[in-house]
């Protein structure tokens, strides 16, 4: 919030700009002074600013902005970016009123200097000049395509004169970026340029600002206007992504930085920025892929003449065309399709001989490069585009039948360092196609052949030991710097084989992983791929009880160690020990192991008990929580020396955590700890204790609920202290399980708690509960919640609990709701809102109906993936104030792989099922993705996919509740189809919103509206 002498500020500023002191210096000086603090200034500003700062500040800027003699570039380019913070806030809060009065007034004067600046070419330009000119193209995206109806409003310019513009800066930056970072070297490199504040002036910067300029064109509807220049712009950015100097420096002198740079996630590159742009043109652009094919045959050729002549860095054209098809490949994108040549026969300005046939690029350059010792980084740059090449299955079935070879050779002692290392990335794409291998037919067509078993059988097992050798001597000369790299690969490898390669090594891998345990602290990702190979191994070895024993063997001297000795060890390296004892407690048919029952368990618990640490206490639940989902009736028999039973020892963390005195990080592993006893231990095994453990889990969730509790709609959106809401959520968790599995115990448990009004607790907690209903986005806390919200409505319908009956809630109704499915922001904004007193049963009812249009939304958007057209033609039709709100996000439901279904006495859970069974087809039962894996390996072979729910698939209690076997979608779509048939649902229907009706008939409920 700006102060009360604002305007006094903006005048002050104002007049410095206007100074006339006689001392030229000193003027120049303070206008410099000014502008650095109003373009700091101007970037906070709202548009209720602009009114008052515009009028005064944009003649004094674009006064100073065209003032070459008097002002240097320094301050003509603050003058510049200040001018750009304006406009950009009037873009931003959509004051087209404001915008058009500024540009008309203002910037449409002083049009023709700055298209003249951007236009004018230097080749001994200085680095702050091009920086200026870079301001300036921010300023032209800003006011030409940000500002949507620029060339509407003002019909003096076109489109087709700022591409033309851009264009042209794009092949000066291009040329003078080549002569400046691809083509020199270290000794002709030029002192580093400051401007006036003592800033470091790059030239990237300026070569960043062409291509945000191009991004917004690509990302805009102007991309219509770009296809005729596609040809030219494609080979200059191809050139781009040549690797400069400096860089190649940086990487021969540093392995660890090579591996950083070369993951590709983290850096920010004129290389990385340039392929981003690239990808968008491939992408969004109909012809974009085969612009890029010809861009690349232009390089490659040019690469050639360039090697015929000596050029000394000809190698780095062809680099960068091996580093683009690859990358796109990655992305799926497919620059070698056959289908390109029919498309290049249309274009009017690309000829079909300019297009290079994949055959030709494969044979004449990336087989060649492969073997290009002499230059390592193009060696490298051969063998990651081979390797997305084999991923994207673009090439045939003789080609892939080489690539584990070429990984294995490429690892091998004599290679350089570079190429190892690219190896190793690779092995991430090692099983990538062995579902779809391209044959080439007589022909000229290609055909799939599905040969999975075939294909690792015969070209990917038998290099095995020699790629796992290579790699952990890779590992071993490298260490640290190639750690995660190492371990994924390793990961990879020892999924290839599982039930008789990986079964073989067992015993040669496990001191290996041992010794390079002290090496995974402090970093997540290393430490999350090593505990995926112990997964890996102990889940090969779960049927032999002799190899499970020579795992914990090997491991438990060193992870005990950190746990007894915990007072002095440092918390990452508990927590590292801790997250891999949760691997290694496995439900197994061999049970838990002695060591992990008598040393493990009672450690586990006083670290629990002591520690103050919160992530160290999380991590000592979630170890807890393994063991009850492996072994809760060892857990109940086990009694240390005092005879007391290991449920004690857990209720005595709970009993801790829960403490309202202390910090509520600890709430949220309370609960989910709270959760797994309830789930696991019946109410005989517990005995008084469930009482208690329920008892500690309201109080602690009255704590968190504050002087808010009632106003429990305002729970959710009011408490911004940090970790409330997830302790919460957590506490309410165990609540809801109490309704799925034991429903009317849980309205008699929660009818005799008073709240803190002295009334029955009841009605607070239900009315939580649906507020947090749309916050749980876990799939299993999703369907155990929305499980548990059928199980209530229907207890409450058959038995007529007025207990239920009688709790209302505030819900907000719109006053005029005219059955329109789409509204527009507009519409929306101007609609009157209504609270009315909604029975609670029907507020759950409304939340079955919001997750079924959730589950209809994702199957509609997942049918409708990909087949978008790169222009539509309804674009230029649509204006902001007619776009669709859009429903609550959804979060993306993925395929599951559950380790083992274990059984379940839970009546309630088991009525619905079968409720569901009865009803014998669904209105839609397409959605193949809930379905679940009941192999073995499913969890192994699955868990490395980006789609896999990690947190579902690796918790020991979620990934073998039986209630995941459940296809959501199913189920609500029965459940509310039976319940339509009920005498109480004409009380449902008085509330129905016009989305709600769509959604019913939708799934065949209600009849279709065919007006």
Known sequence: MWPDLFNQLITLIRQSCMNNNNNNDINKNTVHGVLRVLTEVSSDLSDLDLPVVGPFIMPELLRIYSDKQTYDQSTRRRAVITIDNLLNIAVMCQNEDILNDFVNRYICPSL?????????????????????????????????????????????????????????????????????????????????????????????????????????????????????????LCSQLCQLVQLPEKTLEIWSNSIAEYVVDSEEFLGYSVRLVTMDLIKKIASKVHTGAQFINCAINKMLILSESLHNEGVVYWWKLLEACLYISGNLASNSINIFSHNNRSIHQTLNNTSNSCFIEFDVFYTHYLKPSLGQSDFPFLQATALRCMSHLYE??????????????????????????????????????????????????????????????????????????????????????????????????LYKLLCVDLNQFTQSIITQIIPIMVGLFKHCFGVATTLSYYTRIIRVLYKVASSNKESIEAIENALLPTLITYLENHEVSESGDIEAALKVFSVLISPSEFGISSNLIHRVFPA????????????????????????????????????????????????????????????????????????????????????????LLLRGVLARLCTLMGNNHKQSSQLVYNDQQKGIHGARQSLLFVIILLFRIRTKLAIDF??????????????????????????????????????????LILHTINTKDERIMQITLQEEMDNNDNNESIQTRSKSSQQTKILIDVPIIVSMYKLLLNELDKKLEEEAECDDEGNDS?????????????????????????????????????????????????????????????????????????????????????????????????????????????????IYYNEFSRYHTSLELTTLQRIGILPQNNE
Not at 197 to 205: A, H, K, R, S, V
Not at 437 to 450: A, D, L, R, Y
Request: negative net charge; contains cysteine.
């Open 870 to 982: 790169e222009f539509d033609d309804n674009d230029d039709n649509s204006d902001d104030d007619n776009e669709e709100v859009q429903a609550e996000g959804f979060e993306q439901q993925e395929e599951l792989c559950v380790e083992d279904e274990i059984k379940s006495d839970d009546k309630n859970d088991q009525d619905i099922i079968s409720q569901k069974k009865r009803k014998g087809k669904a209105k839609d039962n397409s959605n193949s993705d809930d379905m679940l894996q009941d192999d073995d390996d499913a969890d192994i072979s699955n868990v490395d996919t980006e789609e896999d729910d990690i947190i579902l698939s690796e918790d020991p209690i979620y990934s073998t509740d039986h209630i995941m076997n459940v296809n959501l979608k199913e189920f609500l779509c029965n459940f509310l189809s039976d319940l339509s048939h009920q």
């Open 750 to 791: 929660l009818s005799t708690i008073p709240d803190l009004s002295g009334k029955p607790i009841l009605k607070e907690i239900l009315s939580i509960w649906c507020n947090c209903q749309p916050y749980y986005f876990s799939r299993y806390e999703i369907q155990v919640s929305t499980m548990a919200l059928a199980n």
């Open 392 to 489: 994207a299955n673009i090439i045939n079935e003789s080609q892939a039948q080489c690539f584990p070879s070429l990984l294995s050779n490429a690892m091998s002692a004599t290679q350089s360092s570079i190429l190892k290392i690219s190896a190793m990335h690779s092995l991430d794409t090692l099983r990538a196609n062995e579902n779809n291998i391209k044959k080439p037919m007589e022909t000229n067509t290609t055909t799939f052949v599905t040969s999975s078993s075939v294909f690792i059988t015969n070209y990917i097992v038998p290099h095995l030991p020699n790629l796992i050798s290579n790699l952990l001597e890779c590992l071993s000369t490298f260490g640290e710097p190639v750690l995660d790299v190492g371990l994924c690969g």
């Open 112 to 232: 023709g200097a700055i298209i003249s600046d951007l236009t004018t070419y230097d080749e001994n330009s200085t680095i702050s000049q091009v920086s200026h000119k870079g301001e300036l193209i921010q300023l032209l995206i800003t006011l030409c395509v940000e500002n949507r109806k620029f060339f509407s409003n003002f019909p003096g310019y076109n489109i087709s004169q700022m591409i033309n513009i851009v264009l042209n800066l794009v092949i000066s930056c291009v040329k003078q970026y080549t002569e400046l970072q691809i083509a020199s070297n270290s000794s002709n490199e030029k002192e580093e340029e400051y401007d006036s504040d003592g800033e470091i002036l790059d030239y990237d910067t300026f070569v960043y600002s062409i291509l945000q300029c191009l991004t917004s064109l690509i990302s805009s509807k102007s991309r219509k206007s770009m296809i005729k220049y596609l040809d030219e």
């Open 604 to 691: 586990v618990v006083h670290i629990a008990i002591t520690s103050t640490d919160a992530v160290v206490i999380s991590e000592c639940c979630d170890v807890i929580r393994c063991y009850l989902a492996a072994g809760s009736s060892q857990i109940l028999e086990w009694h240390d020396d005092e005879g007391n039973n290991g449920v004690g020892y857990i209720l005595h963390v709970t009993s801790r955590l829960l403490d309202p005195s202390n910090p509520v990080e600890w709430a949220t592993p309370a609960g989910k700890l709270a959760y797994a006893i309830l789930l696991h231990f019946d109410a005989q095994q517990l005995r008084e204790n469930t009482d």
